[in-house]
């Protein structure tokens, strides 16, 4: 399957779809003079304005990776999706500002039998391409197609909103169409904000999938000779590129050459298994095979763990002969001082270990759990 092609091919559905909406909306809006359908059918060119974006972001991804973008250009993808989620608030906004100046000057509306099958039509279309478009963005894994599709969801709230004012009118009498607008429009600047929020966090490093992490951890220690691993960090660079790095412990009786080996095999391993470009491991050596190392390493980490603002402790290694000691120390995000907190746990740690030069190594809790 080529997944651009699957995005592409989406898309245009979508923009299909909210023409033909909106062409309908548009007409019956002008006819009965209704500011909520009027701004529903202006919502559905917004909407297929962005499946016009999300193909042109799909295409500008496949580009391949150059010079000046050694990575490619899958982070496009991105850029167009949050630029979607601000065409969407800007719609929402002017919606905003003609409900409230048809509150402020009111207008008589017509609906009529005709107006309620075709609202009903549009629902049902509505419904179906938001419903199609969002589970082709997660089987895709495309976050502007998922940001259409859920847009496309709440437009049909929007919708039955809109059809129930008429449905009101109709029977009642009271024309509640513009407040209904202001609702409309609510709904439509939430949408536009969250999507621009949620492609922001992505752009700026959001926390790594922690199913990704346990599978490439679970991949990784298939191997008997690795005895950890820590800080899996996962950069995703769109269009089903992901790249990580990760931090392994493994025995200080191995050779380079060995070592060469394991990375290599490590590196297939977690390709094959995830799809996931392992692109650094760092080695951790740990020497476990004496009495005194093993006793220092567990007085060490009840010292860390009692140590308020830490999370874990990894990556100890201490040298009998040269009387140093290295671990690294993760710590909570929004603790307290690193500074402060590194000089407590070396002076707890020398009240046990005078003679020994400790040396810590702070670090955050990146994709532990």
Do not use: C
Not at 9 to 32: D, E, M, P, Q, R
Not at 89 to 114: C, K
Not at 139 to 166: H, I, N, W, Y
């Amino acid at each position: 399957m080529n997944r651009n092609k699957e995005i592409i091919k989406t898309s245009y559905i979508g923009i299909a779809a909210n023409l033909l909406l909106s062409v309908f909306k548009l007409a019956v809006g002008l006819i009965s003079n209704s500011v909520s359908i009027l701004i529903d059918a202006v919502n559905n060119i917004a909407d297929g304005l962005s499946s016009a974006l999300t193909i042109i972001g799909a295409k500008l991804s496949e580009k391949e990776p150059d010079r000046k973008h050694p990575f490619g250009y899958g982070r496009v993808e991105y850029l167009v999706s949050m630029v979607i989620g601000f065409i969407i608030s800007y719609a929402g906004i002017q919606a905003l500002i003609n409900s409230v100046e048809r509150i402020i000057h009111p207008e008589e509306a017509d609906f009529s039998l005709t107006t309620i099958i075709i609202l009903i039509g549009a629902l049902i279309i509505k419904i179906l391409v938001g419903l199609y478009t969002k589970k082709q963005g997660e089987k895709l894994d495309s976050r502007a197609l998922k940001a259409s599709g859920e847009e496309a969801l709440g437009d049909a709230l929007t919708s039955v909103a809109t059809l129930v004012a008429a449905v009101i009118y109709m029977t009642t009498g009271k024309n509640i169409e513009a407040y209904v607008g202001v609702l409309i429009s609510l709904l439509i600047i939430k949408t536009g904000f969250e999507t621009i929020r949620e492609t922001a966090d992505i752009i700026l490093g959001k926390s790594s999938d922690l199913e990704i992490v346990n599978n490439i951890k679970e991949a990784i220690r298939s191997f008997a000779d690795v005895e950890g691993v820590y800080d899996v960090v996962i950069h995703n660079y769109g269009n089903d590129k992901l790249m990580a790095s990760a931090h392994i412990e493994v025995s200080d009786k191995y050779t380079t050459a060995w070592i060469d080996n394991l990375e290599r095999a490590l590196t297939r391993k977690v390709l094959e298994d995830t799809g996931v470009i392992l692109t650094g491991i760092s080695v951790y050596a740990i020497n476990s095979d004496s009495y005194e190392v093993v006793k220092a390493r567990d007085d060490v980490r009840k010292i860390v763990m009692d140590t308020p603002g830490t999370n874990n402790m990894h990556g100890f290694y201490i040298d009998l002969i040269d009387k140093s000691m290295n671990f690294d120390v993760l710590l909570d995000f929004g603790s307290r001082s690193k500074d402060s907190l590194v000089e407590e746990i070396q002076k707890e740690v020398h009240k046990l270990y005078p003679d020994y030069d400790v040396k810590i190594t702070v670090d955050y809790n990146f994709s532990e759990n």
